[in-house]
C-alpha cells in the first residue's frame, strides 16, 4: 500500500516549490520595474495625459471632484485618478510613489499570466508565459509612467482569467470575479465597454458545457453593471444625460476622422474654438457636436477613412514607437528585438494549438478588438500593450514546444 503521509510531504514540498518560484518570479519582475522605473521617471519627457489624469487626482483630494476642470467634468474615466489620488495620499504628491504601486502591480499581472498559460495549456508553457511577461521591455517601461495602462492590464487580465475559470467553477466566485474585475477595468479605460459585452457571446461559444450558462452570464452582467451604476448616476447628475462612460469620444473620433487626421495624435493640429464657430455648446452638446462631424467626415470620405484606418492598423502593430519623443535608436532597437520574436512566437503557437482552441479565443479576442477599434479612433503602440500580456501564453507554449525538441534531440 502507498504510504499516504510520504504522499502528503511529496505535495506539499511541491507547493512550497511552486510558491518559491513564484516568489522569484514576482521579486524578479519588480525588481527590474523599479530599476527602470527610476530610469523612466529621470528621462521621459512630459506627457499630456499624464498631466491631466493628475489634475483630476488632485481636485478630487481638494473636494472639487472628478473634473478636469468645470469646462470639462466628465473627460476621463474615474478609476485612473482615484488610484492616482490614493497614491498621493499614502506617499505624497510625487511620481515615485506611484512607480512603486505600478511596479508591484506588473509584478501580480505577471503571476495572473503564468496561470493562463497553465490554465489554457500546461505546466511549462505557464512559467514560460510569466518570465516573458515579466521581462517585457514596453510593460516594465509603462510601470514608470503616470499612464493608466498599468492598472488596466491588470484589471483586464485577471477578468479574462475569472472567464477562463468560469468554465471550472461550481461557485459564482469566478463569475463575480470577471464582473467586478470588467467592470473596474472600463471605469480606467472606457474602450473596454464594448468589450466587456461581447466577450459574452463569445464565451457561450467556445464553453462546451451549457449547465448554468444563464445564471453564470446574468451574476457576471450584474457585477458588472453595478460597478459601472455609481459611474453613470453621478454622469447623470453632471450632464443631465446618460453617459456610459466620457463625453471625451467625440473629440477623439473627429481627431481621427477629420481633414486633420494623420492616424496618429492630431488634437494639437485642430483649432477647437475654430471648429465650433463660436457657439456656445455644454459639454455633452460639444461632445455629440464632434460625433456628428466626425460621422458625416467618414459618410463623404470613405476612401480616406479607409486609407486611414490602414495606417492606424500599421502603427497599432508597429514593431517601433510611432511618437518622436521615443524614435530613438535603444527604443527601436529594444522593439525590433522584443516585439517581433513574441509575436513570430505568438502565431506559431496559435497555429500550433489550433486543434485544441476552446477557451483559447477569449484570448485573441482583445488583440482584434483593441486592433479593428483603433482602425477607427487614433492608433499607437501604446494602445496595444495592454492586449500584449494576452499573447504570451501563445509564445509561450511555441516556445515550449521548440525547447522539448531540442531537449528530445540532445538526449538522443
Known amino acids: 500500500m ?3 503521509g510520504a504522499e502528503g510531504k511529496g505535495r506539499k514540498h511541491i507547493s512550497i516549490l511552486t510558491l518559491r518560484r513564484i516568489g522569484f518570479l514576482v521579486a524578479v519582475a519588480l ?3 523599479v530599476l527602470v522605473g527610476f530610469f523612466v ?6 506627457l499630456p495625459d499624464a498631466g491631466i489624469y493628475e489634475r483630476v487626482a488632485v481636485n478630487l483630494l481638494q473636494g472639487k471632484g472628478l473634473i478636469v476642470d468645470e469646462a470639462n467634468k466628465i473627460a476621463r474615466m474615474p478609476g485612473y ?3 492616482l489620488a490614493a497614491c498621493f495620499a499614502l506617499f505624497g504628491r510625487n511620481a515615485v510613489g506611484v512607480m512603486l504601486v505600478q511596479s508591484a502591480i506588473g509584478a501580480l499581472t505577471c503571476v495572473l499570466v503564468l ?3 497553465g490554465l489554457l495549456f500546461d505546466r511549462k508553457t505557464g512559467w514560460l508565459s510569466g518570465w516573458i511577461c515579466a521581462l517585457y521591455p514596453s510593460l516594465v517601461f509603462m510601470s514608470g509612467l503616470v499612464l493608466s495602462e498599468t492598472l488596466f492590464i491588470l484589471l483586464m487580465v485577471l477578468g479574462i482569467c475569472a472567464l477562463v475559470g468560469m468554465e471550472r467553477e461550481r461557485g459564482y466566485g469566478a463569475q463575480i470575479t470577471a464582473g467586478v474585475s470588467m467592470g473596474l477595468a472600463t471605469l480606467v479605460r472606457a474602450s473596454l465597454l464594448l468589450f466587456a459585452l461581447i466577450v459574452v457571446p463569445v464565451w457561450i461559444w467556445c464553453r462546451v458545457r451549457a449547465s448554468r450558462r444563464v445564471r453564470s452570464i446574468a ?5 458588472f453593471c453595478g460597478l459601472m451604476l455609481p459611474w453613470v448616476v453621478r454622469n447623470y447628475r453632471v450632464s443631465g444625460h446618460f453617459v456610459a462612460t466620457t463625453l471625451q469620444v467625440g ?3 473627429y481627431e481621427a476622422n477629420s481633414p486633420y487626421a494623420t492616424g496618429g495624435p492630431a488634437m494639437h493640429l485642430i483649432d477647437w474654438e475654430k471648429e465650433i464657430g463660436g457657439r456656445k455648446f455644454s459639454e455633452y452638446e460639444m461632445d455629440s457636436y464632434f460625433k456628428r462631424k466626425a460621422v458625416r467626415y467618414i459618410v463623404n470620405n470613405p476612401m480616406r477613412f479607409v486609407w486611414l484606418g490602414l495606417v492606424k492598423g500599421a502603427r497599432f502593430w508597429s514593431p517601433v514607437p510611432n511618437a518622436e519623443e521615443f524614435r530613438r535608436l535603444p527604443y527601436i532597437l529594444v522593439g525590433l528585438l522584443t516585439y517581433c520574436p513574441v509575436m513570430v512566437l505568438a502565431v506559431v503557437g496559435i497555429y500550433e494549438s489550433r486543434r485544441a482552441f476552446r ?8 488583440a482584434v478588438y483593441f486592433g479593428l477599434l483603433h482602425m477607427v479612433f487614433v492608433g499607437s503602440v501604446r494602445y496595444r500593450i495592454p492586449v500584449m500580456p494576452l499573447l504570451f501564453p501563445f509564445a509561450g507554449y511555441a516556445l515550449s514546444r521548440r525547447l522539448a525538441g531540442y531537449e528530445e534531440k540532445a538526449s538522443k
Open 219 to 223: 451574476v457576471y452582467l450584474a457585477c
Open 41 to 46: 521617471l529621470s528621462t521621459a519627457p512630459d
Open 2 to 4: 502507498p504510504d499516504k
Open 251 to 253: 473629440r477623439s473620433l
Open 81 to 83: 485618478p482615484l488610484f
Open 31 to 33: 525588481l527590474v520595474r
Open 115 to 117: 496561470l493562463l498559460g
Open 359 to 366: 477557451l483559447k479565443e477569449l484570448l485573441l479576442l482583445p
